[in-house]
């Protein structure tokens, strides 16, 4: 009965290690997954496109890009970018903030979208 627990403990904490790595994302397909956002979106401090740099982005409270000229949406949604808020914008833009002028229809993939925070926590530092 003993070796039976132990199995099936040890079987859930793989379970739970497989599927916290799946929910960390990997940085590596976010690379990847940016390829959609680089139309709009530049990684370097004050280099901002149709869409702000995302430099900074996290921890960032939305529509404060130094530079960058926001919709009143965006500026007063109370947003403050974090994996949470940033996985249900990317998700769906128009829902998340409405009124906001991203025209990103969104990714409807949540491991992709786990890719790309990955890869962004990274490289917006």
Request: aromatic share 8%.
């Amino acid at each position: 009965m003993l070796r039976v627990v132990l199995s099936a403990l040890a079987l859930l904490s793989l379970t739970l290690t497989v599927s916290s790595a799946q929910a960390a994302g990997n940085p590596e397909e976010g690379r990847k997954t940016f390829a959609k956002c680089r139309a709009c979106h530049q990684l370097d401090a004050g280099k901002h496109a149709v869409g702000p740099s995302l430099k900074g982005l996290f921890g960032r409270k939305a529509g404060t890009a130094e530079g960058y000229k926001y919709s009143d949406a965006m500026k007063n949604s109370g947003v403050t970018w974090n994996d949470e808020t940033i996985a249900q914008y990317l998700a769906d833009p128009k829902s998340f903030i409405k009124g906001n002028k991203m025209v990103f229809p969104g990714i409807k993939r949540e491991t992709e979208v786990a890719d790309l925070i990955a890869y962004l926590k990274d490289a917006t530092k």
